[in-house]
């Protein structure tokens, strides 16, 4: 067939649109400035990705079990703070185990509230990222938190130090990729979440504990934040309340450009990745050029609508609604 | 001799790889109810798109009246006069009888504003035709599904209607909801309308309708008149072979009580329920839409708390308190609404199928997805399941093998007690006749089955023993020889029945 019907590359298009359009993206980008394809700034991008990506993998999770979690950006923030003040209190060894327990207790609570109580994900995670933040500034007092010796402390190998050649970020991100990428793909827990999420009442209809699945993803997103948090607080060493700011909007347009649907029941880790990746170099690309670096918060929200438009498009398989 | 409302010839459709209608043609006479049957997959479905300008057939015509058409879309079809009622209803629970009916067309007044008085008059001159209770200012969402229904066939009246077709209409209604909607047809066919009937039943094919067109893998077979054909001929057409309608009369060794109840009661859904299924045997449960059979299962699959009264298994008592739990102690339960509580339609039919054993099917802390697909190999071939393969999502699956992969999945539990609810809902008869061959083999080898059912004929073919309920009690108890279509229908209309344990 030497002529595709218009509905043929509407479909391809819907399906294969991310893709393209990132294509022609990073062409016209390297044209712009030959600058951008040089491994030095393909290195950098995967780096800065890092902190995005790690808690993009949470999220992740609940995504497939048919939730929101709009929290993390400020779930961040507070893990940040918190093992910057405990740092120097208790030192970086306790330190850092506190501020783990402290963050898997508010992943806990929103997953009590949103599997056990089963109220719905969206307002109760866009009330804690209202609620995090309360407790961040009223924690630091409204100050900014710094390490008093910041020469003389182990704890900024997490994001700092690197081990053959490769950023530390980076290999923690790839690790725990890995690792949770097994989980769901490979194993009874994940099995569950798609159920969960792909039909959340014929999963108890075979015996599926259905709040219990929700509740241990929102504590894996919590487990996924607080190692973000290290790896800012350690990169930084010094930190602002609103660092993780906004943030919850960039995890979720790169869950979503990893094509996990909105509606639960689908997606995968190494999807995600691919979305962090995407967004990653979207957001470095506008830097080069040349725009300012607020232009990135009106992309992430271009990219988010584009995202869900096309997966919306590609399950009717055209791009207009034929009803609307 | 009158020409058609609809013609169609020879409709070709293919698409990718299949010939999903291959040369058919029909003609809806006026006033005639005209039947459309064939198995789930026949192509039913697909003309009626063709029919609905949803898809554009590749070949042949469409003619209403004398002039040829082409059905662009929906809105087309509408306005030529063709319009369906679907099985899934489309209304608007929040807004009044009226303005589901003129929905996108309400009458205005000065100032865009809504003519409500000219509105409820417009509605109440077609509610009248339709002889229903309620009037043009009922909330839809308070409505019974019958008079809901009555809804959509409102709206259908408010265009010059030429053909109505009708998809499987009578899917959730009761038996005394039929009659009214029967009445109805029997109105549009005075008027002379074409009516086009899509069901699986064969009662009311053979009540209702004028003559049966068939089709049979996307081929039309054939147009007979209903009143010089019978049941056999018909499903031999559709399936290309004969198929066993006879009443259950083999009975197998029972074994022990598998299940006892002792006046079970769960508020006002049902009260004082007692009964005992051995191994061994089918206990059917036939009653009405509401008389309490699904509760008593959902209480059994620990879904819901008894408000009193014991459940035995195997002489011990038992709490059930959650489908887990039910699952832990051998009990199996296939649910009544196959896509919202028996599948998960975006996973594949080997995951769906190991869904309830996931857990213990593990190699090390993953799942041992080799043991799992063996167990799908295994009741794919037990039950016939037609599949490309196991990776196949389920929701690309036909109705009948649907319920296969439920059923397969609660099998390979190996239960002690299968409980299963609406086992044929909106399946072809082929297939139809299969699982009832499968509910007797697995009573045959031992298994205690019960068998929910709002379809007389199934539980007369299955069960050993009848149970009738109305409104909450068991009426009657039946043996397979002793029950009669008429003692049965008594029972479940609370007419004359006698309490029995």
């Not at chain 1, 719905?120 to 407790?135: D, F, K, P, Q």
């Not at chain 2, 009143?227 to 022990?256: F, Y």
């Amino acid at each position: 067939m030497a002529t595709l019907t218009k509905q043929q590359i509407g479909t391809v298009l819907a399906k294969q649109g991310i893709l393209i359009a990132f294509a022609v993206f990073m062409v016209a980008f390297t044209l712009a400035n030959p600058k951008f394809i040089s491994i030095d700034n393909l290195f950098s991008v995967v780096r800065s990705s890092a902190i995005l990506g790690v808690m993009a993998l949470g999220v992740t999770f609940v995504v497939i079990s048919g939730n929101l979690d709009l929290s993390v950006g400020s779930m961040m923030s507070f893990s940040t703070i918190v093992v910057l003040d405990l740092h120097d209190k208790i030192g970086p060894a306790l330190a850092i185990p506190a501020m783990f327990a402290m963050t898997l207790c508010l992943g806990a609570f929103i997953g009590f509230l949103v599997g056990y109580l089963r109220l719905n994900s969206l307002i109760v995670t866009l009330g804690m990222l209202s609620a995090i933040h309360g407790l961040t500034l009223t924690y630091s007092g409204g100050q900014n938190m710094d390490i008093a010796d910041k020469e003389g402390t182990w704890f900024s190998v997490f994001g700092q130090g690197s081990a053959l050649g490769i950023p530390v970020p980076i290999l923690i991100f790839v690790a725990l990729a890995a690792f949770l990428g097994i989980m769901l793909a490979k194993t009874p827990f994940g099995r569950k979440v798609y159920a969960v999420g792909g039909n959340g009442t014929a999963a108890t209809f075979s015996g599926i504990r259905r709040a219990r699945t929700v509740f241990a993803c929102y504590i894996i997103s919590a487990f996924c934040v607080a190692t973000a948090g290290l790896i800012q607080a350690s990169r930084s060493l010094g930190s602002q309340n609103t660092v993780g700011q906004g943030l919850e909007l960039e995890v979720l347009a790169a869950v979503i450009l990893g094509g996990a649907s909105l509606l639960g029941g689908s997606g995968a880790i190494f999807k995600t990745v691919i979305g962090v990746l995407i967004l990653g170099f979207i957001q470095n690309g506008l830097l080069l050029i040349g725009l300012q670096f607020y232009v990135q918060f009106v992309v992430t929200w271009v990219i988010i609508i584009l995202a869900v438009w096309l997966d919306i498009a590609a399950k009717r398989g055209k791009l207009w609604s034929p009803i609307a | 001799m009158t020409d058609p409302v609809l013609h169609l010839d020879d409709i070709v459709k293919t698409f990718p790889g299949v010939r999903a209608l291959d040369g058919v043609s029909f003609s809806v006479m006026p006033g005639e109810v005209h039947a459309l049957m064939g198995e789930n997959g026949a192509g039913k479905s697909t003309l009626m798109k063709v029919l609905g300008g949803i898809y554009q057939p590749d070949g042949g015509s469409i003619h209403v009246g004398k002039e040829r058409v082409t059905m662009a879309g929906p809105l087309e079809a509408k306005a030529k006069g063709i319009v369906f009622i679907h099985q899934e209803l489309s209304l608007a629970e929040e807004l009044s009888v009226a303005e589901n009916i003129y929905l996108g067309e309400l009458p205005r007044k000065s100032f865009g504003r809504v003519d409500w008085h000219r509105l409820a008059e417009q509605t109440n001159l077609i509610l009248q035709k339709l002889n229903v209770g309620f009037d043009a200012t009922t909330r839809v969402g308070d409505l019974s599904i019958a008079n809901q229904q009555m809804v959509e066939i409102a709206r259908a009246l408010t265009v010059d209607a030429k053909a109505v077709i009708f998809d499987e209409p009578t899917a959730s209604l009761t038996d005394a909801e039929k009659v009214v909607l029967f009445d109805v047809i029997s109105d549009l066919q005075k008027e002379g309308v074409g009516i086009i009937y899509i069901s699986h039943r064969m009662e009311e094919i053979f009540k209702i309708t004028d003559r049966i067109s068939i089709l049979r893998d996307g081929q039309y077979q054939g147009t007979v008149n209903t009143a010089e054909t019978h049941e056999e001929a018909v499903t031999q057409m559709m399936i290309g072979r004969k198929l066993d309608l006879s009443r259950n009369e083999t009975h197998h060794e029972l074994g022990d009580v598998a299940l006892e109840v002792r006046g079970l009661s769960c508020g006002k859904l049902y009260e004082d329920i007692s009964f005992e299924v051995r191994r061994g045997e089918v206990v059917g449960f036939y009653g009405l839409v509401g008389a309490g059979r699904t509760e008593i299962a959902e209480t059994l699959f620990g879904l819901r708390d008894p408000s009193a009264g014991q459940i035995l298994l195997d002489g011990e008592e038992v709490r059930i308190t959650s489908p887990n739990d039910a699952i832990a102690r051998g009990i199996s339960l296939v649910p009544e609404d196959r896509k919202g509580q028996g599948l998960v339609l975006g996973m594949n039919c080997r995951d769906n199928m190991t869904l309830p054993q996931v857990q213990d099917l593990t190699s090390g802390p993953f799942v041992a997805e080799g043991a799992e697909v063996a167990i799908f190999d295994q009741y794919r071939d037990r039950l016939d399941i037609r599949t490309p393969g196991w990776k196949q999502l389920v929701g690309n699956l036909s109705g009948g093998n649907q319920q296969k992969i439920v059923i397969g999945k609660w099998l390979s539990m190996h239960p002690n007690v299968l409980i299963v609810d609406e086992p044929t809902r909106g399946i072809d008869v082929g297939s139809k006749s299969e699982i009832h061959k499968l509910l007797r083999e697995l009573a045959a080898q031992g298994y205690a089955v019960m068998v929910i059912s709002s379809e007389m004929p199934e539980v007369l073919h299955v069960a050993d023993r009848i149970v009738a309920m109305y409104s909450g009690r068991i009426m009657r108890t039946f043996t397979s020889e002793e029950v009669t279509e008429d003692s049965l229908i008594q029972a479940i209309s609370g007419l004359g029945g006698h309490e029995a344990a």
